[in-house]
């Protein structure tokens, strides 16, 4: 939280110290308060009620799985020579029993020049073509919201860093640099239970996993990068990132804390019309950088990850979508040889998805369904959900996360304990 | 959300349902009689005139939907619109100002005249970042949740239906459309109302397999804005559901400049300007 408020303050403070040209030609003694004249402020939020439970017993968590209200106040202003945006949660989590303040975006956008756009401060960040699948885009996840039924766009937590963009007729280029490590909020155990390997069973708030994260200002820092080119309406794009596994890729010695090696992806997508819908393919080469030969039992091995996908409207207002994609370790032996019997993993991960999306009564009513299915660890994670729009600004909501497999220890059949359902209110102004 | 996904667009500026034309296509009306033009003609001319007036432009649109309750919901969006080629492919950048839970939402549409090509469809969502692509959709289904369809306004290919002039009045040609492939629309035929002087569409009759009539789409208000009659007020009224949409124009303006960069993923992410005011 922190944090948060220092990004607010340089925000603000950047804004105070360079007032619009209008603001500095009237220069008299009120130049704060014709600055603030100059600063019409847009307020938008909304206020929101989600109510959820376990339907399994979960002996290490509670049985609520959310139960929380929440105003989220969202700022913007434009200048004459940038945006401003201040958008953030507040937020009475009677899970943990605590108030608590998610500061979601807090940033000043420019265009400086008519080939660049550049963007400072706290932001959501996104890209790549996977649909809840991620490859290429290695800003921070919050997995944690996402399994316990808050709305998808809790998935993306935000990321404290500098985007530039540069814009040419050979192709665009995003560069994204993260000055302090921005890890996922991934998951630890305070709110779902999971497979701890150490202790050979599930865990959850009785053993929290510990972290050792890079945390060093300018030296644990992360960049990203696409070049990216529109060609007749098929998007190509290549990726690069320096960086950190984003959520735990391995233990410290003592096997007592999560650690987060170092990561190097290099990657490439292309989307575009495929017959009646829309084809995507992606695929990412993850470098473990501190396990360059696999050869570290504590350590991820490199990877090689590949995604197709296709989305097709299938009836009137109804879409289905399809995805495959494909997680392939590499010196596999060396992991074999590495890990203690029955510790080793397969070196294949398969993952299927299938969304079917279908709006009725006048599109106020959406019925949605995304499903994994792995059929690699027979194990499957489902995400019904039902949003109906009462009003313009009412909404209800209602869903489940639903966790099923064979193994305990695969990675969705892990969370089976932690099967919910939710029911929201949403009032948007 | 996923509501506005659908359907796109958009045409609206400058609108008007229906007669998207594809003038090679289109019968060569039998005889002309004096001052009565072919139905080519005046197809195309009322095609121009709905949907590509200028070379570009810009307008801002507030739909109210009534329900048969009386429930009201509101849309509100700012559309540019640019010419590819006059008469041909068109793009357009739509940005959502309300309801609250879409604001800022963007999408952008790649128009494509030809036959066999499907619109191109992005969609961005500011709280995720997400540049989505929007997979091409059918045609006949509501423009986010109101009573136009997408094929309202984005004009109907002409090609689809054979056109008959059944009656010309002191003020109107009435042209009837008959569709070629029954089974793919809710319609047994339409009738277009066209106003001899201007050649905007003033009134579209739908009727359904059984011969009544059933939905009506009316220009309300038309204004001339830079030389160019402009619908700036339309109202679509389905007797079958007994909701009514209203659409209202505001803001106008043709032949403004519009960068063609303003239709690429660089202003999805973040609209320009004019857009937005």
Aim: proline share 4%; with cysteine; aromatic share 12%.
């Amino acid at each position: 939280m922190i944090r948060s408020q220092a990004v607010l303050i340089v925000v603000v403070a950047v804004a105070v110290a360079f007032p619009t040209p209008a603001a500095a030609k009237d220069d008299n003694q009120n130049s704060i308060g014709s600055f603030l004249n100059e600063l019409p402020v847009e307020v938008h939020g909304f206020y929101e009620i989600r109510s959820g439970y376990r339907l399994r017993k979960d002996k290490y968590e509670k049985d609520m799985s959310v139960m929380e209200t929440r105003l989220q106040v969202d700022l913007a202003s434009y200048l004459d020579w940038a945006d401003l945006k201040v958008r953030g949660d507040v937020i009475g989590d009677m899970v943990e029993e605590q108030a608590d303040f998610d500061l979601r975006e807090a940033n000043i956008f420019t265009r400086p020049l008519d080939f660049m756009d550049l963007k400072v401060g706290r932001q959501i960040l996104t890209w790549g073509t996977g649909d809840l699948l991620f490859i290429n885009d290695l800003f921070p996840k919050d997995w944690q919201s996402f399994f316990i039924g808050r709305d998808t766009e809790y998935l993306k937590a935000p990321s404290d860093a500098a985007k530039i963009s540069l814009f040419s007729d050979f192709a665009n280029l995003d560069i994204v640099y993260t000055p302090q490590f921005d890890l996922d909020r991934f998951i630890s155990g305070e709110r779902i239970s999971y497979w701890n390997s150490n202790l050979g069973r599930l865990a959850g708030r009785d053993a929290i996993m510990g972290t050792d994260k890079p945390n060093q200002w300018f030296r644990d820092d992360e960049i990203a990068a696409r070049l990216y080119k529109n060609i007749n309406n098929y998007e190509l794009a290549f990726y690069g990132y320096r960086g950190y596994w984003k959520s735990p890729g391995g233990q410290n010695a003592a096997r007592s804390q999560a650690i987060f090696p170092d990561l190097n992806v290099y990657g490439t997508s292309i989307r575009g019309a495929v017959g009646k819908g829309i084809g995507n393919f992606e695929f990412g080469y993850y470098e473990s950088d501190d396990d360059q030969n696999g050869k570290n039992p504590l350590v991820n091995n490199s990877e090689l990850r590949f995604l197709a996908g296709y989305t097709q409207e299938v009836g009137r207002d109804f879409t289905a979508g399809f995805q495959y994609y494909v997680e392939y370790m590499l010196d596999y032996g060396q992991h074999k040889d590495s890990m203690p019997v029955g510790l080793d993993r397969d070196r294949d991960r398969h993952v299927t998805t299938v969304r079917l999306t279908k709006l009725l009564m006048n599109q106020n009513l959406r019925c949605s369904l995304f499903t994994y299915y792995s059929p690699s660890d027979k194990d499957a994670y489902m995400r019904p959900n039902i949003n109906y729009k009462a009003t313009d600004s009412l909404a209800l909501e209602a869903g489940a996360n639903i966790f099923f497999g064979d193994y305990p220890s695969t990675f969705f059949a892990q969370f089976q304990n932690n099967t919910n359902i939710y029911v929201a209110l949403r009032y948007s102004f | 959300m996923t509501r506005y996904i659908v359907i796109v667009l958009i045409l609206f500026v400058f609108m008007l349902p229906g007669l998207a034309a594809e003038p090679n296509n289109v019968p060569e009306a039998k005889s002309a009689v004096q001052e009565i033009p072919a139905v080519n003609t005046i197809v195309n001319k009322a095609n121009m005139m709905a949907y590509y007036q200028g070379r570009d432009g810009k307008a801002k649109v507030t739909m109210t939907i009534t329900s048969k309750q009386g429930q009201k919901r509101e849309r509100e969006f700012i559309i540019l619109r640019k010419d590819v080629n006059d008469g041909g492919d068109q793009k357009y950048f739509v940005y959502f100002e309300r309801p609250a839970d879409v604001r800022r939402m963007v999408y952008i549409v790649h128009k494509h005249v030809g036959l066999q090509k499907d619109d191109d469809r992005w969609l961005y969502l500011p709280a995720l970042d997400l540049v989505k692509r929007i997979a091409a959709g059918d045609k006949r289904t509501s423009f986010v949740g109101s009573d136009f369809l997408y094929e309202d306004i984005s004009g109907r290919n002409l090609a689809e239906d054979t056109h008959e002039l059944i009656e010309t009045t002191e003020q109107l040609f009435v042209i009837k459309n008959v569709p070629k492939k029954a089974d793919t629309v809710e319609f047994s035929y339409y009738n277009v109302s066209i106003d001899r002087k201007t050649f905007v569409p003033m009134k579209m009759d739908y009727f359904d397999k059984q011969g009544k009539l059933y939905r009506v789409i009316e220009s309300k208000k038309i204004e001339m804005i830079q030389d160019f009659p402009t619908v700036v007020q339309s109202e679509v009224t389905d007797m079958k559901t007994s909701s009514k949409t209203e659409m209202v124009f505001s803001g106008v303006k043709y032949d403004i400049n519009l960068d063609e960069d303003i239709f690429t993923e660089r202003y999805l992410r973040k609209p320009p300007r004019e857009a937005i005011r």
